[in-house]
């Protein structure tokens, strides 16, 4: 079964143009929605009533789960309209559930289902203000009180937690150190004794102003018995479910990206300058056709790596947190380099562009909590020098599997319990560098010699760590690493999809945009992302615009929007 794009079409014209202002799931509403603080109240029955929360629930339980592909097109449409909405509405939930469909029970599993479809909110409580990211040190915790388990202590900064009917909740269940101190805990509130639960205050936050970010206290509260995922496997089974939120959250964000885009090109393609408008400048064209290049790379990754969580699970846990690691940067590059270009425009919170210092608020979080990039990093050295001894170092690489690459290749079920906490030394990704880059010609064959230099003195260098180098404490040498190793996973992604897609989909013309994006890639890998050759640029802006006017997407699929023109006065 390939990934059905009728069913996000559907979901678009269901939410209707963002550009109209009398659209209750339109930028108009969600700013005023912003400006107060509160979730948009009519864009949530809009989503209620379209049945958005069957997208997060396997399909043997009732919902419509069994791509990850899927999910991910579904909330990217609610992201680039208001990240707060796609976090506030549906991902919260998600991130949650997750948990349960890894480590849950049959019983467990249906209660998630009936809460997530009754539309709602699961709350993934994890964070102690105390410890951070820190999990190991949390001190929320179930103890035993005359033979009844009760929850004590807080959670806080956590995402619905007020309004959540049910919740996962990370908590200390064995006093004693090592990794199966913690279990998960389903939580659904209609059982709990409410007078044993005490809400915090609300956490104010620059982004993302809209979600309910509070904090919830228990004082013994009884749990019933049956509501610990797999006792003492809370650590593990966090870090099996943070390897689908890492892929899917650069991938979402990648819709407020593309809308600031949009916005920019709106107000750039309007604005009188010079006897014509703003995009007759070079500089202009070459930073836009940039920007176009840097959201294609991460396209491009996280495509690879959401399918990789079907066709290589195994090798998910790099794959997660190397796009997290680069795409988050990239991201925010982007969004900032928009800035720039808009000048006063950006942080204007009424007219035409008032989304845009909305969505550059709110994109910041793509770096943030448990998916930071530093956490990204604790995940990934480590597991550097054995691959670097592996699968890098082989004489002929293992190719990755067509369906890596193949967009229209089915893809099996989402298997969870497939999900490894770590690779063995395995990386089928980087392993289809070498074959793809044979296949290249002309200027891009260069550039796709290079990468593989790169990739060559990457192994070299990750064959040298020491143990002092692979943990947290590791310096900004080690963090380059998986900066550096970010780049050559893009640049297999970008060839993979070139060589399996030639001509198809809505990727731009087949014989210019692999250089495009290889150049972009190589200059960002030596710290200046120069300006496109002119051919590339000239192909990528003509792109962008050809899009931008017939009111399609920037992504992969291209896709038609229901933005009106697609511009103003088109």
Same mark, same amino acid.
């Given at each position: 079964m390939t990934m059905d794009h009728s069913r996000t079409g559907e979901l678009e014209r269901h939410l209707g143009d963002p550009f109209d202002d009398a659209n209750p799931v339109g930028f108009a509403a969600l700013l005023e929605a912003d400006e107060r603080g509160e979730m948009p109240a009519a864009a949530e029955r809009a989503l209620d009533d379209y049945g958005f929360n069957a997208e997060f629930v396997p399909v043997e339980l009732g919902g419509r789960l069994s791509r990850l592909d899927g999910v991910v097109a579904a909330l990217r449409s609610l992201y680039r309209r208001d990240p707060s909405l796609g976090l506030g509405y549906g991902m919260s939930s998600f991130i949650a559930s997750v948990n349960v469909w890894l480590a849950g029970d049959d019983r467990q599993r249906r209660t998630a289902a009936e809460l997530i479809l009754g539309n709602h909110r699961l709350a993934a409580a994890y964070h102690e203000l105390a410890h951070g990211n820190d999990l190991s040190g949390a001190e929320c915790s179930l103890v035993e009180v005359d033979g009844t388990p009760v929850l004590r202590g807080r959670k806080e900064v956590v995402t619905n937690v007020r309004r959540a009917q049910g919740m996962i909740l990370f908590a200390r269940t064995d006093e004693r150190p090592g990794s199966r101190s913690h279990s998960q805990i389903l939580l659904d509130k209609r059982t709990l004794d409410r007078t044993r639960l005490r809400d915090l205050p609300r956490f104010s936050s620059s982004g993302m102003r809209a979600v309910q970010l509070h904090g919830i206290e228990f004082e013994d509260c009884p749990v019933p018995p049956h509501s610990i995922l797999q006792r003492g496997r809370g650590l593990e089974t966090a870090i099996r479910s943070f390897q689908i939120t890492k892929t899917v959250t650069p991938a979402v964000m990648c819709g407020p990206v593309e809308t600031g885009l949009r916005v920019a090109l709106r107000h750039l393609t309007t604005r009188p300058l010079y006897g014509g408008t703003a995009t007759d400048l070079p500089h202009v064209r070459s930073t836009l056709a940039g920007v176009f290049a840097d959201l294609l790379l991460v396209e491009c990754f996280g495509a690879a790596a959401i399918r990789a969580v079907h066709v290589l699970p195994a090798e998910a846990s790099v794959y997660s947190a190397v796009y997290k690691h680069f795409g988050s940067a990239v991201l925010l590059d982007a969004m900032n380099t928009l800035s720039d270009l808009l000048g006063a425009h950006f942080y204007l919170r009424t007219g035409p562009t008032a989304i845009f210092q909305k969505l550059l608020r709110d994109v910041r979080l793509v770096g943030f909590g448990h998916a930071a990039r530093a956490a990204c990093e604790s995940i990934v050295l480590p597991?550097? =020098? !054995?691959?670097?001894?592996?699968?890098? #170092?082989?004489? *002929?690489?293992?190719?990755?599997?067509?369906? %890596?690459?193949?967009?229209? &290749? =089915?893809?099996?079920? $989402?298997?969870?319990?497939?999900?490894? $906490? #770590?690779?063995?030394?395995?990386?089928? +990704?980087?392993?289809?560098?070498?074959? #793809?880059?044979?296949?290249?010609?002309?200027?891009?064959?260069? /550039?796709?010699?290079?990468? %593989?230099?790169?990739?060559?003195?990457?192994? *070299?260098?990750?064959? &040298? /760590?020491?143990?002092?180098?692979?943990? !947290?404490?590791?310096?900004?040498?080690?963090?380059?690493?998986?900066?550096? +190793?970010?780049?050559?996973?893009?640049?297999?992604?970008?060839?993979?999809?070139?060589?399996?897609?030639?001509?198809?989909?809505? +990727?731009?013309? &087949?014989? !210019?945009?692999?250089? &495009?994006? /290889?150049?972009?890639?190589?200059? *960002? +890998?030596?710290?200046?992302?120069a300006p496109l050759p002119a051919a590339a640029e000239e192909a990528l802006y003509t792109e962008l615009l050809d899009r931008f006017h017939t009111g399609r997407a920037f992504d992969l699929a291209a896709r038609l929007l229901p933005d009106g023109q697609g511009a103003a006065g088109a």
């Open positions: 597991q550097l =020098p !054995v691959l670097a001894r592996r699968s890098w #170092s082989e004489p *002929r690489p293992e190719d990755a599997p067509a369906e %890596l690459f193949d967009l229209d &290749a =089915p893809l099996g079920p $989402l298997e969870f319990h497939r999900l490894g $906490l #770590s690779a063995g030394g395995r990386d089928h +990704l980087t392993g289809s560098l070498t074959e #793809s880059v044979s296949r290249l010609g002309g200027p891009a064959a260069a /550039l796709g010699e290079l990468l %593989l230099v790169e990739h060559a003195a990457l192994t *070299r260098d990750c064959r &040298a /760590l020491g143990p002092a180098d692979l943990t !947290v404490t590791a310096g900004a040498d080690a963090s380059d690493l998986v900066t550096r +190793l970010g780049h050559v996973h893009t640049a297999a992604s970008v060839l993979g999809l070139w060589r399996h897609n030639i001509g198809g989909g809505g +990727l731009p013309d &087949a014989p !210019v945009w692999p250089h &495009a994006l /290889l150049d972009r890639l190589h200059g *960002r +890998l030596k710290g200046r992302p």
